[in-house]
């Protein structure tokens, strides 16, 4: 921890942080975004969030170009500061406008400030990360120090899969130097997130013979008996020392008690942490068949986002920010999740990428998501030091 005295000489050396300490925008922005409600699912709803943020940026000098979507929000593009060249690489920071919240949740959950945090639905995944990219960047324009080209990404997916984003996301990382993710950090101690598991998701679906129960038993072959002596089996695909985990969330099938089940189906959540075990779930699941010959076994599915290792181009912007939080005065630990998120992307083709380097709080998806007001600026004027010195 650095001490008091060496803050404040960090704090007046850096114009930027002094602009940051009277800005009142982060948190008007950050309502803004959160007061219009954006599920992932609808379209509309998601472009009026994406309306709000490229008017903001606008305002910012921010060059705005909006990649339209079909089924989803658009994805806009925000570039900042001098042109991307040859000799002037991008710094990219990655975020989204969309959530999981569903429209009307703001009558039960309002934007709120109450007992030192901000409340309201995708105020911590990610839209307080989005307030503090806009103003991390407005602090380094204002001190004169926005030297290098800034690519700013707001996708309208990250909580569906990222299907429509996702090119468009690994275009610009190629051409970055860097890559900052703006999604929470860890615990309420604000971890940055070296480690991200890779995510994927398989459906298997059992076809039997259905029949009466009763009159009929022999000639029926249960897909449920089917299905779950499959689980049993895919249980035994978790390797936990690999931190490769799979998880049957959901089950389905039948119709009644009295008849011998045609069809069940289960969908599996798989985590892997290293890239490489893309290849070896997938080759376990493709290799399902069924022990009922009267049935059978469809696998659909595969992994969706690689795993984020922890690299060492990635512990070392890390270890950047670490020194950078030491001079600010605070401590800036890292973490690995089992959550995947856009970072996944980028840091699978090689970019160096940091995540978790939005806002500090909890509570993500759930009634109680929040942020912390304290953290605000700290993390903001941490964001701001990180793109102007990489
Ligand atoms: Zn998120």
Known sequence: MASNEESKNYTKKNSA???????????????????????????????????????????????????????????????????????????????HLDTVWPMGTLKSMPFRVADGRVWGPGTLDMKAGVAIGLAAIRALREADALRRPVTF????????????????????????????????????????????????????????????????????????????????????????????????????????????????????????????????????????RARDRGCVVLVEGGMNRPPMERTRATVALYRRAATIAAAMGFDLAEAATGGGSDGNFTAALGVPTLDGMGAVGEGAHATHESVLVKDLMPRTALLAEMIRTV
């Not at 305002?59 to 001098?82: C, M, S, T």
């Not at 029949?211 to 049993?232: C, K, M, N, R």
Request: proline letters at 3%.
């Open 153 to 288: 990404l707001l996708n309208p997916d990250e909580e569906v899969g990222s299907e429509v984003s996702r090119p468009i996301t690994e275009k610009l990382a190629r051409e970055s130097k860097a890559v900052f993710v703006l999604e929470p950090a860890q615990g309420l101690s604000g971890a940055y997130k070296t480690a991200r598991k890779g995510v994927g998701g398989y459906t298997v679906r059992v076809t039997g013979v259905a029949a009466h129960s009763g009159v009929d038993f022999t000639s029926g072959h249960s897909a449920i008996h089917e299905l779950a002596w499959q689980l049993e089996k895919i249980r035994g695909f978790t390797e936990l020392e690999r931190g490769l985990t799979v998880n049957a969330g959901v089950i389905h099938g039948g119709t009644r008690s009295n008849v011998i089940a045609a069809e069940a189906e289960a969908e599996v959540d798989v985590r892997i942490a290293r890239a490489k075990d893309a290849a070896r779930i997938e080759k376990k699941f493709r290799g399902l």
């Open 17 to 95: 942080i002094a602009v940051l300490a009277q800005d009142p925008r982060l948190m008007q922005w950050m309502r803004r975004l959160v007061e219009i409600e954006s599920p992932s699912d609808d379209k509309a709803a998601v472009n009026r969030c994406v309306e709000a943020a490229a008017e903001i940026a606008e305002n910012l000098g921010g060059r705005v170009r909006r990649h339209r979507q079909r089924a989803y929000g658009d994805v806009l593009e925000l570039r900042f500061g001098p042109t991307a060249g040859k000799n002037a690489e991008p710094v990219m920071l990655l975020g």
